[in-house]
């Protein structure tokens, strides 16, 4: 996948993308989220079709709070080491409502994106309600240009 992609709705979008956007729906429920009352779930697609999902936990010390994203993604790592993230997708929505809120990946969430691409040397498309029926597809690298990498840190 090369640049970015705008969908003018959900259902422009392929049928597997837009199963694992009901996939994040359902995850985002599990949120713990009694600060912000923003409740995010995301869902990713391994190579071999498995389907990971999470949402996101607060804690009152807010830098211990964990994103939605990286929660998939570790969960990913650690209990299916080796295969390939073909797809992710994140939604949200308010306390009390039904309608998802646009929610792009904060900026943390797009660094630990796009290590794991790099670490698998492929990346994978991410799915994101960008703004009322809008959705977008990238991938890491292109949601975050000129960033941080191992290459950074080398003598």
């Known amino acids: 996948m ?3 992609e705008i969908y003018k709705n959900l259902e ?6 837009k199963y694992l956007v009901h996939k994040a729906k359902e995850a985002a429920h599990h949120a713990y989220a009694p600060y912000s009352k923003f409740f995010v779930g995301a869902a990713l697609m391994l190579n071999d079709g498995t389907v990971v999902t999470a949402s996101n936990q607060e804690n009152a010390s807010y830098p211990l709070c964990m994103c939605a994203e990286r929660v998939a993604l570790y969960v ?3 209990q299916h080491p080796g295969k390939v993230i073909t797809k992710m997708a994140i939604v949200a929505h308010k306390k009390n409502h039904k309608e998802l809120a646009a929610a792009t990946s904060c900026g943390a969430c797009r660094q630990v994106m796009l290590e794991f691409e790099q670490r698998q040397h492929k990346p994978f498309e991410v799915i994101m309600h960008h703004a009322p029926n809008e959705w977008i597809k990238s991938s890491a690298s292109t949601l975050l240009p000129y960033s941080f990498d191992a290459s950074n840190l080398k003598d």
Do not use: F, I, M, Q
Request: charged share 35%; glycine share 8%; proline share 0%.
């Open 2 to 4: 090369k640049g970015l």
């Open 12 to 17: 422009e979008l392929d049928n597997e993308s």
């Open 76 to 78: 990913a790592a650690t």
